[in-house]
């Protein structure tokens, strides 16, 4: 078994951080991470057999320790995938799988239907298809029929002229306002999202959580890909599957995901009927325990 972490220069503004674990000789994958903007930690290699897989893991641009000159520049859905591309050049994965979630589960979809003979097949956790209707529960205010205190304390901070549309006040805050006026504004960002996805946990501990990472970095990559609609075409994922109905695509879900909602799920098995969909009593992340059996269990499988 090995582990070894490495820097790797994509282009003259961005350097990846990556990590390769596992057995060089076992069978491939590629781990892709949610966000934008997050990243992946320790904790995610539980979900692979180190003597009989091998696994490649990155930070995306501007994510983690991931290092760049000016972060949002070259930094694109587009230019994502031709990191995909190229790690698994670099790293010669011969056909690997690709294991994304939430926003890793859009860039493994999109990378499986521009390059559907170049993997073995996805597993995907989450699913996101980055389209307006799967943004509306989360950005445009649909939660509060659920959620109602929530989404008046995400409301709190936005002037009354612009309560029609407190999301896009938001995104304008975090990427253009001064960096200590921006600060509240991703604070409450990302409270809000880790409310609806952490319901065991007080909006004071989560509060705690975030102030201890970079979350201004982490939620202005973040509103960059939502300013621009995460720069995918309307609905591209839907109207492109029949692309990828000869690859083998095992997708999770949780039943009680508010980030990512059941019937974005359920409509993209729908487009894939060869693949399979596993609906567990969980929420959103990876490491909710029915999730993580689950996916341990698919991956064992491989």
């Not at 009354?160 to 253009?176: K, R, T």
């Not at 609806?196 to 973040?222: F, H, P, W």
């Amino acid at each position: 078994m090995t582990t070894k972490k490495e820097f790797i220069k994509v282009d003259s503004n961005h350097t990846l951080e990556t990590e390769s674990f596992g057995n060089p000789q076992g069978i491939p994958f590629l781990f892709i991470h949610g966000g934008p903007g997050a990243s992946y930690s320790d904790i995610d290699k539980s979900f692979f057999n180190p003597e009989k897989h091998y696994v490649v893991f990155y930070h995306q641009r501007a994510c983690g320790k991931s290092k760049f000159n000016s972060p949002l520049d070259n930094n694109t859905t587009d230019d994502l995938l031709d990191d995909i591309t190229y790690l698994i050049a670099y790293y010669k994965l011969q056909k690997p799988y690709l294991f994304g979630g939430s926003w890793g589960s859009t860039l493994s979809l999109i990378y499986a239907i521009r390059n559907p003979n170049a993997i073995s097949g996805l597993i995907l956790r989450g699913i996101f298809l980055a389209n307006r209707a799967s943004r509306a529960y989360f950005q445009y205010g649909l939660i509060k029929e659920d959620r109602p205190e929530v989404w008046e304390r995400f409301c709190a901070l936005v002037p009354e002229d612009h309560l029609d549309d407190p999301y896009s006040y938001y995104v304008e805050a975090i990427l253009n306002k001064p960096d200590d006026m921006a600060r509240k504004f991703a604070l409450e960002y990302q409270l809000y999202g880790f409310r609806l996805g952490m319901n065991d946990k007080s909006a004071e501990e989560i509060l705690a959580i975030l102030t201890a990472q970079n979350y201004l970095l982490k939620c202005r990559v973040q509103c960059h890909f939502e300013k621009h609609d995460f720069f995918i075409p309307e609905n591209f994922i839907l109207e492109n599957c029949d692309k990828i109905q000869h690859i083998a695509i095992d997708i999770v879900h949780g039943e009680n995901d508010k980030i990512c909602l059941l019937k974005d799920a359920e409509e993209l098995q729908k487009k894939l009927p060869k693949s399979n969909l596993y609906i567990e009593n969980a929420g959103h992340h990876a490491h909710d325990l029915a999730i993580k059996e689950r996916l341990i269990e698919i991956i064992n499988l491989k």
